[in-house]
């Protein structure tokens, strides 16, 4: 039966004009004389698209093996999301129907569920660096502290940077307002041992003045936080980690700025007039008031977050315009931009966004903040098209994470193929290879904990106190490195979240938020990071091949693949030692195995086939 998999090419999604190329075989006792592919069109140009239709007859090839062998292909000249199934004519004069089986595998039956087919606007291209390597997702405030800083903010700067961070007292809210006084000098003496992990991007949590210890509620999108550093000690950075071959990227957070900012400035804080103060306020149209100064509009009701009104023409200056924020900071070095909840903003200033961001230079990279699948994202009643040609290059893979650690948490390896499939399915290569796969971030649980599979203190605070039992961190450690394998091998670029692989533990924001342990690493996770990392470098080209499921009874197997060869990943969630035979090199020991290839029990093994 059909398999995309193996039976259409492109594999994932195709372009406008861009033929499509089906292989279709079937057991000749089916008796089928023709075979059509039938697709209808459900977004598009204008957002739903109902009633555009396309058939298209796949021409009978022969028999092969016992199978009929139909074989054809198509383009579409309508760009957007399109369905498809297969019809085919019995001999009977009957018609056959046939739908998406587990795993992306054809079923016949009736009213089953639909292949997606993607079709961009045209064969865009994403940047050949971000393909490679490994991406380093640094929360600013908590990675590393270099020198004495005079602290002027509102709250407390711990004085022991092994402090667990602070949390909402019973009854209170929670105000963001403790740091740590992690710097741009911090991140400058850590180049070497980024490099050690293999790390080729720093993903940056926001950088500019603000008054929080995240930075999402910006107050100055054109200064960098005087805590961080200066914008000539950013400018070294960029300098130095470009030397060890790191790009720089920033967090970008255009939906809304804070209250405590020189566009709104509702604690007064700056000389100039903002528009919580006056509706003369040059500023007054960038924001959204019900009744001013006191009743605006806000992100998910967060009254220090007011939300921007993006077609402010001073707001779209300020972000887009000459010597604005993406002008400025693509000058200084900065290669790409993780856009703060994408899916809030507009369609038309997303596109202007990304425009205004890859048009200053060919390497410029740009990532969205998506939860879910991002190809049929529906936002505010709007489908996004942000992988039409014209937005995005990647997002972030929550899919995946979910989908590795339901897998080595519970071991089912249908879930997680069938998961893993649809992106593969719904995705252009080109954004696929550029995915930002991540097992968690800022904004989740550690990886470490959830890996545990402790249930959570109810309390806040006992969450906040909490650590794994020596017994618990073992196996969570066991775990960890069986996920993180599977994160670093798959379509897309790993983004470790800044001291997993040090072994820092943490429930919810802001528990997820603690500084790394300088000194007081787990070095064999830290090793372990380091082979993967090397793997990433090695085999470069082969992680960007094909994704290829390989039957296995027991075992989860997948390949890597293309001309230049294969890295088949073996993952035994089981709890028992599964034997197979092999011929290739161990990626992660490095030695070469011949014959039989033990995997122990909850353990990855990445060989080199050959």
């Not at 594999?11 to 089906?22: C, E, L, N, R």
């Not at 993967?532 to 082969?542: P, S, T, V, W």
């Not at 070469?592 to 033990?598: A, T």
Request: charge should be negative; hydrophobic fraction near 35%; aromatic fraction near 12%.
């Amino acid at each position: 039966m059909f398999n995309p998999l193996i039976n259409k090419k492109p594999y994932g999604a195709s372009y406008v004009g861009g033929a499509t190329k089906i292989k279709f075989p079937l057991d000749c006792e089916m008796q089928i004389k023709r075979l059509f592919v039938v697709l209808r069109q459900t977004y598009g140009e204008g957002g739903v698209i109902e009633g555009r239709n396309e058939k298209f007859e796949l021409p009978y090839i022969g028999v092969v093996d016992g199978q009929d062998i139909f074989e054809g292909e198509f383009t579409l000249n309508e760009y957007g999301i399109w369905l498809y199934r297969f019809e085919g004519e019995l001999a009977d004069g009957g018609i056959a129907f046939f739908g998406r089986g587990e795993g992306g595998t054809a079923v016949r039956g009736d009213w089953l569920p639909e292949w997606q087919l993607t079709v961009s606007k045209c064969d865009y291209k994403t940047p050949d660096w971000a393909k490679r390597g490994v991406i380093y997702q640094i929360f600013a405030d908590r990675f590393c502290k270099v020198g004495e800083q005079n602290f002027t903010k509102r709250g407390r700067l711990h004085s022991d940077w092994n402090e667990r961070p602070d949390i909402a007292e019973e009854g209170n809210d929670y105000r963001a307002d403790d740091f740590y006084g992690g710097n741009i000098k911090g991140i400058i003496s850590k180049l070497d041992y980024l490099k050690s992990l293999g790390v080729t991007c720093i993903y940056l949590s926001p950088i500019f003045k603000s008054s929080s210890n995240h930075r999402y509620d910006t107050g100055d999108y054109l200064q960098i936080d005087e805590l961080f550093g200066t914008e000539d000690e950013f400018r070294t950075l960029i300098v130095k980690a470009k030397r060890k071959g790191i790009a720089v990227m920033l967090d970008g957070v255009f939906n809304h700025t804070g209250s405590d900012s020189r566009y709104f400035n509702r604690e007064g804080s700056y000389s100039e007039l903002g528009a919580f103060q006056s509706t003369e306020s040059k500023y007054f149209d960038w924001y959204y008031f019900n009744n001013h100064p006191m009743e605006y509009h806000c992100w998910w009701g967060s009254t220090v977050v007011p939300t921007v009104n993006k077609s402010a023409a001073g707001y779209r200056e300020l972000i887009l315009g000459k010597d604005g924020v993406i002008d400025k900071w693509s000058k200084a070095g900065v290669l790409g931009w993780r856009l703060d909840v994408v899916d809030e903003l507009p369609i038309d200033f997303t596109t202007d966004l990304c425009k205004t961001i890859k048009d200053k230079g060919k390497d410029m990279f740009v990532v969205g903040e998506v939860w879910e699948d991002a190809s049929i994202k529906i936002a505010y009643d709007a489908w996004r098209p942000y992988f039409m040609g014209e937005q995005l290059d990647s997002v972030m893979n929550y899919p995946f994470k979910e989908a590795i650690l339901a897998y080595t948490l519970g071991g089912n390896k249908s879930e997680f193929i069938d998961k893993v499939t649809l992106v593969l399915e719904h995705y252009p290569k080109q954004s696929l290879d550029v995915l930002m796969n991540l097992i968690d971030s800022h904004d989740t649980v550690r990886a470490l904990t959830c890996l545990s599979g402790v249930d959570a203190p109810q309390s806040k605070r006992d969450r906040a106190d909490f650590k794994l039992s020596d017994e618990q961190y073992a196996l969570s450690k066991q775990r960890l490195l069986f996920a993180a394998t599977l994160q670093y091998t798959l379509a897309g670029t790993p983004c470790v979240y800044y001291g997993d692989e040090a072994g820092v533990q943490g429930f919810e924001d802001p528990l997820n938020r603690g500084t790394y342990p300088w000194g007081g690493e787990d070095m064999e996770i830290v090793a372990y990071y380091q082979a993967l990392g090397n793997i990433r470098k090695k085999y470069a080209e082969l992680l960007t091949g094909e994704t290829v499921f390989v039957a296995d009874d027991e075992l989860l197997v997948y390949e890597r693949r293309n001309e230049r060869g294969t890295l088949r990943v073996y993952a035994n969630a089981t709890d028992n030692e599964v034997v197979r035979t092999v011929s290739g090199v161990d990626a992660i020991t490095k030695k070469r195995v011949k014959g039989n290839l033990s995997i122990a029990a909850h353990e990855v093994k990445v060989i080199v086939v050959g």
